[in-house]
């Protein structure tokens, strides 16, 4: 059975920080790229973070500098750092992976993406 668990998430105040874990199961880690998207009330999903399989990253712009991601391959298990949070990063934050070329253009693209986590709520108060 395939599955990506998310946890990490919670509540925190502006400039504060989480770290956000996603555990992998079955074929799924093998999956070459794997992603983290966010969803706030009234947007539409989209793309925070991806990392392939020998470590390459590519971020949004709004998160670049104050997010990382990472990957342990040999824990099956995906990470996202995020540092000097902002009410707008408030958001589900879900985990994502996939056989996506590790191209900007591509990467944004969720229907790309075989399989998604349940995702983790992320509040951040002022």
């Known amino acids: 059975q395939v599955q990506l668990v998310e946890s990490g998430g919670g509540l925190v105040q502006a400039g504060g920080s989480l770290r956000l874990s996603c555990a992998a199961s079955?074929?799924?880690?093998?999956?070459?790229?794997m992603a983290w998207f966010r969803e706030s009330p009234g947007k539409e999903r989209e793309f925070v973070a991806a990392?392939?399989?020998?470590?390459?990253?590519y971020y949004e712009d709004s998160v670049k500098g104050r997010f990382t991601i990472s990957r342990d391959n040999a824990k099956s298990t995906v990470f996202l750092q995020m540092n000097s949070l902002k009410i707008e990063d408030t958001a589900v934050y879900y985990c994502?992976?996939?056989?996506?070329?590790?191209?900007?253009?591509?990467?944004?693209?969720?229907?790309?993406?075989?399989?998604w986590g349940q995702g983790t709520q992320v509040t951040v108060s002022s």
């Open positions: 994502a992976a996939g056989s996506v070329p590790f191209l900007s253009g591509l990467l944004h693209s969720q229907e790309l993406y075989y399989y």
């Open positions: 079955g074929r799924t880690f093998s999956s070459p790229t």
């Open positions: 990392i392939n399989r020998s470590g390459s990253t």
